[in-house]
């Protein structure tokens, strides 16, 4: 007798066990084949939403850029505004200051109007060339800082962006809508207007 057959016949369970082995060898197959099923529909998702994750990404980055171009935008837009208002307010300083002025050269231009006989005494001789002076220098100081008289002189074209009508008169003489009569001169700051000048014009 021999071994094999002694060993199968001491142990009844070896031949079960052989043949319980090789009827499960069929069944291992067919876990190994799902298990690759499975990986590959792993792969096909993962793959599609690595699309779709590529897709959102690349709309966020385009987003962002849009974002940045606008704010760039803004904040140069921002920095030119600055820079306008300081050279504006650099500019214009003293306009508060040159609308106070305006009456001290009111009270001038009215004093230099009045008719004076000078041949009276030799202080009002010197009194009247003083004034004249005054008004001078003061006029040139006035010009030094920007400050100009608006044109308004009897005949000139009626301009309502420096002129102020206050009344309207029948002439003969002056053309229509042009200037009869400067009742208060105007004045401009660096070509911003401090004043307009009181008119009469022609109707």
Same mark, same amino acid.
């Given at each position: +007798? ?34 690759? !099923?499975?990986?590959?529909? *792993? ?20 987003? +962002? ?12 837009? %921002?920095?030119? #505004?600055?820079?306008?208002? +300081?050279?504006?307010?650099?500019? *214009? ?5 040159? #609308? ?12 230099? %109007? ?8 030799? !202080? ?7 004034? @004249?002076?005054?008004?001078? /220098? ?9 400050? !100009? /008289? ?7 074209? *009626? ?8 009344? +309207?008169?029948?002439? @003969? ?5 042009? %200037?009869?009569?400067?009742? /208060? ?6 070509? #911003?207007?401090? #004043? ?8």
């Amino acid at each position: +007798m021999s071994k094999n057959s002694q060993k199968q016949d001491e142990n009844p369970e070896f031949e079960q066990a052989e043949g319980d082995s090789a009827e499960e060898s069929p069944v291992d197959n067919d876990d190994g084949q799902d298990q690759e !099923a499975d990986t590959d529909e *792993f792969e096909e998702v993962s793959r599609n939403d690595l699309v779709e994750m590529l897709v959102e990404a690349r709309s966020q980055i385009e987003e +962002m850029k849009d974002g940045y171009v606008r704010a760039r935008a803004d904040v140069e837009n %921002i920095q030119r #505004r600055s820079q306008n208002e +300081m050279v504006s307010a650099r500019k *214009f300083a003293i306009e508060g200051f040159a #609308r106070e002025l305006l009456n001290v050269i009111d009270s001038l231009h009215q004093a230099a %109007i009045v008719d004076i006989d000078v041949a009276q005494d030799e !202080a009002t001789v010197k009194m009247n060339e003083g004034l @004249g002076l005054t008004l001078k /220098q003061f006029e040139k100081v006035m010009g030094n800082f920007g400050i !100009a /008289q608006v044109e308004a002189e009897t005949g000139t074209r *009626f301009d309502p962006d420096v002129h102020q009508a206050i009344s +309207m008169v029948d002439s @003969g003489e002056v053309k229509t809508n042009h %200037i009869v009569e400067v009742m /208060q001169k105007g004045f401009t700051l660096k070509e #911003r207007l401090l #004043r307009p000048a009181m008119v009469v014009i022609a109707n």
